[in-house]
């Protein structure tokens, strides 16, 4: 279940979670395929990025993303637990491509 932006939204893309208000109430329901009007309405909703369904497919190569992971690290060499997060999200990177 990718989390995407809403700018990113395409028409026949279906929604893995209902999208709620401040306050819990379903606005649109899971499972509903998105149309133009839909994906407008999201947008004026203000609403940052949803959930839909289907496989999590990254834009960038797995060597793009560590190249990426290890520019943002490399200033916390010094740092034993920054390691270790970042040998998490190595690993992470890596069975995104699998």
């Known amino acids: 279940m990718p989390k995407i932006t809403v700018d990113r939204l395409v028409v026949g893309m279906c ?3 209902p999208i709620t208000n401040e306050h819990g109430l379903v606005l ?3 499972g509903i395929e998105l149309t133009e009007a839909l994906i407008e309405k999201i947008k004026n909703l203000r609403i940052e990025s949803v959930k839909i369904k289907g496989d999590s497919k990254p834009e960038e190569t797995k060597e793009e993303m560590i190249l990426a992971l290890e520019e943002r690290f490399k200033y916390a060499i010094s740092y034993p637990h920054m390691d270790t997060i ?3 999200i ?3 990177i890596e069975r ?3």
């Open 28 to 30: 649109i329901n899971e």
């Open 90 to 92: 190595k690993e992470h």
């Open 15 to 17: 929604l893995a979670e």
């Open 96 to 98: 995104l491509y699998e």
């Open 86 to 88: 970042k040998k998490i």
